[in-house]
Nanobody, 123 residues
Framework: QMQLVESGGGLVQPGGSLRLSCAAS????????IGWFRQPPGKEREGVSCINGKDGSAYYADSVKGRFTISTDNAENTVYLQMNSLKAEDTAVYYCASAIPPAGLRVYEYDYWGQGTQVTVSS
């Protein structure tokens, strides 16, 4: 059974950093695309970043380019999202999800979802 579990969220001050983890079980990440999405309060879920396991290609939403970095550790079967220079507008519940590659940042491309982890950026 495919399962994704996010961790690493929390409260951070503006300008700070967090690293989110997406641990997969039941399937090898290297054959799938893994995306990070977020849903701010009262807003729709939006794509943040994704990485395609087969060729390692990565994509970022314009709002996070230069601040967020996605990476994969195949030995740990985990995808990470390093978030730097965090802003108040990054506050959201962050989800990871899996898709058959190639995939981009559209919610409908993804089949399995984690339960989400809260990120709050506030002073």
């Amino acid at each position: 059974q495919m399962q994704l579990v996010e961790s690493g969220g929390g409260l951070v001050q503006p300008g700070g950093s967090l690293r989110l983890s997406c641990a997969a079980s039941g399937f090898p990440l290297k054959y799938y695309a893994i995306g990070w999405f977020r849903q701010p309060p009262g807003k729709e879920r939006e794509g943040v970043s994704c990485i395609n396991g087969k060729d390692g290609s990565a994509y970022y939403a314009d709002s996070v380019k230069g601040r967020f970095t996605i990476s994969t550790d195949n030995a740990e079967n985990t995808v990470y999202l390093q978030m730097n220079s965090l802003k108040a507008e990054d506050t959201a519940v962050y989800y990871c999800a899996s898709a058959i590659p190639p995939a981009g940042l559209r919610v409908y491309e993804y089949d399995y979802w984690g339960q989400g982890t809260q990120v709050t950026v506030s002073s």
